[in-house]
């Protein structure tokens, strides 16, 4: 009762402080128009192992964001981690810092994302596990994890993060924006069935904690604008289908932000549906070659529509993301895919397919 009690007052409170419409509309307007990746360097296998002081790699950060400059791209979608914060707040907020001042050397202006609910429900600080061979995404963790999640005595500790990581940097025009949540509800029990959560725990538990941490970033008072990304869209006229958390996402957000990996067709028409809540589009999520979604088709969709585009991964490494899902089920040990899922460059900065990096520079203007 007093976790519903709280959530009630987290979204009356964050509905009268989100963004209205036009300012929405002139923030983006002030926007070039948004092109990049998600991005992890090659070395790292997940969040922890990209931002810890152990293997935080500022050299390795520099040149990648020089190949990403170098064929027009200008934000870039991070991720972060609570377990970050709490191991090391003050270690975590240089180091964050110094990746900024990275981006802003290269003007990129990356777009960070809090929590996320995808993978590994069981992260630790520390060393991380090396690649599972084979495997796509073999050691990406959730944030929180499973057992954080399952304790409301540790959301003080979230929230903590929360206000400490927007706070430090509300007023940084380094920062393009916040993504609260990355795949909200998420369910892994295919890749991890013995340590993610029951669905419908999980899914409660997120429902109740995601308008809360919207109330928390915006208790942060940030100059940049807030989302969180829909990730199961019900393009119906109505709406009629959509889920609670899906409602809560396109509620919160001061500007909208989508993931989309199929056909052009349907990217379009998400699109159109997604507009007619009158605020900003971006794709925070697109490009998986073997399903339909590739920069030849969608990018110029995106431009078409001035909806920005961040496809999923940018330099192959650790996460292995250039296999397909299926590789959990199917590793690729002994053979390759025919075609990489995600994911722009070989690990030496070479494109995987000329032709793609060569349409980004020319819709990007970058020639």
Known sequence: ?????????????????????????AWYAQ??????????????????????????????????????EAMGMNTMRVFLHDLLWQQDASGFRKRIDQFLTIASRHHIR?????????????????????PIPGVHNSGWVQSPGATALADANQYPRLKAYVLGVVGAFAKDDRV???????????????????????????????????????AWARDATPVQPLTSGVWAVDTSPDGAHLGELQ??????????????????????????????????VICTEYMARSVGSTFDTILP??????????????????TQTYLP?????????????????????HPDGTAYREAEVSLIRQLTGKH
């Open 176 to 214: 393009l924006a916040w993504d609260l949540w990355n795949e909200p509800g998420a369910h892994n029990a295919g890749s991890y069935p013995k340590e993610e959560l029951k669905e419908k725990d999980k899914i409660a538990r997120v429902t109740a904690l995601l308008p809360q941490a919207f």
């Open 301 to 318: 969709i995106a431009k078409q529509e001035r909806v920005g585009a961040i496809n999923w991964g940018f330099v192959a490494g650790k």
């Open 31 to 68: 926007q070039a128009w948004l092109v990049g990746s998600n991005y992890v360097p090659k070395s790292a296998i997940n969040q922890l192992e990209m931002w810890q002081e152990a293997t935080f790699d500022p050299a390795e950060i520099d040149l990648e964001f020089a190949w990403a």
């Open 247 to 280: 409602q809560i996402q396109l509620r919160e957000s001061d500007i909208i932000t989508f993931h989309n990996y199929t056909w052009p067709e349907y990217f379009r028409r998400q699109i159109m549906w997604l507009k007619k809540f009158n605020r900003p």
């Open 110 to 130: 990356p777009l960070f994302v809090l929590f996320d609910s995808c993978w590994d429900p069981l992260p630790h600080v520390g060393p991380q596990h090396p």
């Open 1 to 25: 009762m007093l976790i519903v009690a709280g959530l009630c007052r987290s979204v009356a409170w964050a509905q009268t402080a989100r963004w209205p419409e036009q300012k929405a509309n």
């Open 325 to 345: 899902w299926d590789s959990w089920e199917h590793p690729y040990v002994r053979d390759q895919p025919s075609v990489w899922f995600h994911e722009v460059l």
